[in-house]
């Protein structure tokens, strides 16, 4: 993985919420986010088509919708943030009492966001953690020292970072998060499949990830996904949606498409015999009689 690639992609990301708070009718408001892109990112996305950067809009949109459901509707008080980056959630969310996030990321990277918050004088909603620790070595003792509990159920979200790991990182990673995650949890991923990598709505973004190093700029890491205690559905980048029975009843049987824009996206899923304990289609972990219910619903 380029940390290169990955800090610019950080800035890219902060400018398109920059730009996007600038809308009327924006899908979400940071105010923070210019300052956090810095000269580098805002330069890069006055230099981009507006329609390109719909994706990563409609993404963090739908993950700010994830994780205030679990956290409201479900009771999960522990949220992950792997690669946290220059996220904001944790600022400009609301959140229920007693809800901790822990931002999970590189000491310069934790380092970098902390000194343009505390000179913004932003406040985190939360109970916020930041846990510095590189995530292609280990790292989950770190978290559990700073106070996470494996034994409660916790949400996880895996945003805009795994396209840059190899297969091998991602299936680890997950087997981590799947080790750590109480039953209950909910996990939250986007990542390419071979429908991401071969569509033209997509492919020059693949092509132009690939030539700047990434390393599954040609291979399918959903399938991998698919073959491990992981969610059993996978989709192209830029968003996510769930698939509830009622919905998978109305559509084929092979996939449910979602249109936004000018975006398709498109959720395949890869049926295989079920342990007992797994994460559902939806990416919410359970077990027993629960999880066997679950299962055949969907």
């Not at 913004?120 to 953690?129: D, E, F, I, L, S």
């Not at 990830?209 to 399938?223: E, F, S, Y």
């Not at 996978?234 to 919905?247: I, P």
């Amino acid at each position: 993985m380029s940390e290169n690639l990955v800090a610019s992609t950080a800035h890219w990301t902060a400018a398109v919420r920059a730009k996007e708070s600038e809308r009327a009718n924006s899908l979400f408001n940071d105010p923070w986010a210019a300052a956090l892109a810095g000269e580098a990112g805002m330069a890069w996305i006055e230099s981009r088509p507006a329609e390109s950067v719909v994706p990563i809009v409609l993404r963090t949109r739908y993950f700010d919708d994830f994780l205030q459901r679990i956290t409201h509707q479900n009771g999960i008080r522990q949220i992950v943030l792997l690669a946290a980056g220059l996220d904001t959630r944790s600022f400009r969310l609301s959140w229920p009492e007693q809800s901790r996030c822990f931002e999970v990321d590189q000491l310069p990277v934790l380092q970098h966001k902390d000194g343009i918050l505390q000179s913004a004088g932003a406040q985190p909603a939360c109970r916020r953690q930041t846990v510095a620790v590189d995530l292609t070595g280990p790292w989950s003792e770190r978290l559990i020292e700073s106070d996470f509990n494996p034994q409660q159920p916790s949400g996880w979200l895996l945003e805009g970072f795994l396209f840059y790991l190899a297969n091998e990182h991602i299936t680890r990673l997950l087997d981590e998060v799947t080790n750590l995650a109480a039953p209950g949890s909910w996990l939250g991923f986007d990542i390419v499949n071979s429908i991401a990598l071969t569509s033209p709505l997509t492919r020059p973004w693949i092509e132009m990830q690939a030539k700047a190093g990434t390393p599954n700029g040609q291979t399918d890491p959903g399938k991998k996904c698919c073959g491990r205690g992981g969610p059993e559905l996978y989709l192209c980048r830029g968003a996510t949606t769930e698939c509830s029975g009622s919905e998978r009843q109305s559509v084929s049987e092979n996939s449910v498409r979602v249109s936004s824009s000018s975006l398709v996206l498109v959720l395949v899923p890869r049926p295989r015999p079920r342990p007992r304990n797994s994460w559902q289609n939806r990416g919410r972990r359970t077990n027993g009689e629960d999880e066997h219910e679950a299962a055949t619903h969907f």
